[in-house]
């Protein structure tokens, strides 16, 4: 990825990293569920990597 999308990861990076599908990951846009600060650049799906970062750490807080 070039330095102007380094704040971004791609829809394949972020479903590696979670274990999960990119399937899934298009389910949860669809439904409003996951992680927010998803964008589209042309074909390729990015998210914002701050909005993965919140909303993780949200579901951190939802497990206590």
């Known amino acids: 990825m070039t330095d102007l999308l ?3 990861t ?6 590696e990293a979670l274990s999960v599908t990119v399937e899934t990951l298009r389910t949860w846009a669809s439904r409003r569920k996951g992680p927010g600060g998803r964008a589209k650049f042309g074909r390729r799906i990015v998210y914002r990597k701050t909005a993965v970062q919140a909303w993780m750490e949200s579901q951190e807080r939802g497990m206590v």
């Open 6 to 8: 380094s704040e971004y």
């Open 10 to 15: 791609t829809e394949q990076e972020l479903s």
